[in-house]
């Protein structure tokens, strides 16, 4: 048992856009960077989710994808 280990280097937090879900109990959220379009429906409550900021860890994007205009997905 080794609980000694160093643990994986964690991502710096960054207040961050993102939408989250108003109902009540309900902590589902969802980065903005991944809905950007049209405001997005919460997965497990489906209503309108409200855009917010939130600490979260620092989204490490590669080099290439950082023009996601050509969504290319195939
Ligand atoms: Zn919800």
Redesign the pocket.
């Known amino acids: 048992m080794y609980f000694r280990r160093k643990p994986a280097p964690a991502a710096p937090l960054e207040n961050t856009a993102v939408w989250s ?1 108003e ?1 009540e109990g ?1 902590r ?1 959220w969802m980065r903005d960077h991944y809905a950007m379009e049209h405001v997005p429906a ?1 997965p ?2 489906n ?1 309108p989710m409200v855009r917010s900021m939130k600490m979260v860890p620092q989204l490490v994007v590669p080099q290439r994808e950082t023009k996601k205009k050509s969504a290319t997905m195939s």
């Open positions: 879900c109902q309900c589902s919460c497990l409550c209503v």
